[in-house]
């Protein structure tokens, strides 16, 4: 099956840190991928999705030059948090689907194990 | 390795029935599950959860059921709307030493029929 692969899983780092997190599905082509962040016990919520070759969407709330979404290829999306702080302390997660079959399609999204972000 | 698996990538129910989908679960510190819906094109959405110390939770159309002994649990939909057509993906949490790890399963395509 689809592979989706999330580095690092874990991060420890101190306040004023920019953080880099890779999401590479590595047996398919993503034309989207998508990134979410989540609370403990609670829902994912979709901060934006990461098309290739162009700009990402964030959703509304999310800072977008707070939350750099790079999609150079299609098999790469990166989230960089710039100067993380303590309240961005949390699970980020990506996902992607595969290229051909559409976004726009019942097909499966491919999640990624998740990164947990811990911002001293 | 996969934590969480559904294996079943697709389900087609006629409008009006039941629809139900299943997770397995290799875990057994998993202590929270979660389903999810997701429609084209859009992130899931939370959809219904369940603690490992119950073993039925219902909102509405809406049940999950969870078998801890089997490492089991399972979605019902009744009835079936066309709108239901959608993935859906189960996921696991764990207690980790920062927070909760959570593990999805790859998800099951719901076709529901008018």
């Known amino acids: 099956g689809a592979v989706v692969s999330q580095h690092p899983s874990r991060v420890i780092c101190k306040s004023g840190t920019s953080v880099k997190i890779e999401c590479r599905s590595l047996d398919f082509q993503a034309t989207t991928m998508f990134w979410y962040r989540q609370f403990p016990k609670q829902s994912l919520m979709l901060m934006a999705t990461?098309?290739?070759?162009?700009?990402?969407?964030?959703e509304q709330g999310v800072e977008k030059d707070k939350f750099l979404i790079n999609h150079a290829s299609l098999t790469l999306s990166t989230l960089t948090v710039t100067s993380a702080h303590p309240e961005d302390s949390s699970f980020y997660i990506c996902s992607a689907s595969r290229q051909g079959q559409g976004v726009y399609s019942n097909q499966p999204q491919h999640f990624g194990d998740g990164t947990r972000l811990s911002i001293l | 390795d996969q934590q969480v698996k559904q294996n079943s990538p697709s389900l087609s129910v006629q409008e009006g029935r039941i629809s139900i989908l299943n997770c397995d679960y290799t875990n057994s510190m998993f202590d929270y599950f979660l389903w999810y819906k997701k429609y084209p094109a859009e992130g899931p959405t939370f959809l219904i959860s369940?603690?490992?110390?119950?073993d039925k939770n219902e909102d509405g159309r809406f049940t999950v059921f969870l078998n801890k002994s089997a490492k089991h649990l399972s979605l019902h939909i009744v009835p079936s709307q066309p709108g239901d057509s959608a993935v859906y993906f189960c996921?696991?949490?764990?207690?980790?030493?920062?927070?909760?790890?959570?593990?999805f399963g790859t998800g099951t395509s719901l076709t529901v029929i008018p």
């Open positions: 990461s098309n290739e070759g162009s700009k990402a969407t964030y």
């Open positions: 996921a696991a949490s764990s207690p980790g030493n920062t927070g909760n790890q959570f593990y």
């Open positions: 369940i603690s490992s110390i119950k």
